[in-house]
């Protein structure tokens, strides 16, 4: 399973990085539209992790290339902003398989994306 993480927060990305590898994934970290942009242009993608408040660049951009470029990708969208709290978020954005808090356990992010990336995994 391949993992794109898009998060400013380079502490948070790191544990939720170590988290997904430990349970076998490969992992790709960023932090910005650009830079998530180039690598699902480089690389396949099964799930993204991306941060909603992005420091730099739109979230929703990341997913809109993502539903472009890889059909397949699925998105868990993460955030500490109550935007899109009322679901709304999956209407906008097709691949969005899941919204959680920022502060969800690294362990249980990892459960859902293990479980959303092995209908993607090859």
Do not use: K
Not at 14 to 25: C, F, I, K, N, P
Not at 78 to 102: E, K, M, Q, W
């Amino acid at each position: 399973m391949r993992v794109l993480i898009v998060q400013s927060d380079r502490l948070l990305a790191s544990a939720w990085s170590r988290q997904l590898e430990d349970v076998g994934a490969a992992v790709r970290v960023v932090d910005d539209q650009d830079s998530a942009t180039r690598v699902m242009h480089d690389e396949q993608v099964d799930v993204i992790v991306l941060d909603l408040m992005l420091a730099s660049g739109s979230a929703l951009a990341v997913a809109d290339f993502a539903s472009y470029r890889q059909p397949d990708c699925r998105v868990v969208f993460v955030t500490d902003s109550p935007v899109f709290a009322d679901g709304s978020i999956f209407r906008h954005c097709a691949n969005a398989c899941a919204y959680l808090p920022t502060s969800t356990e690294p362990s249980d992010l990892a459960a859902m994306v293990e479980h959303y990336g092995a209908r993607c995994a090859v």
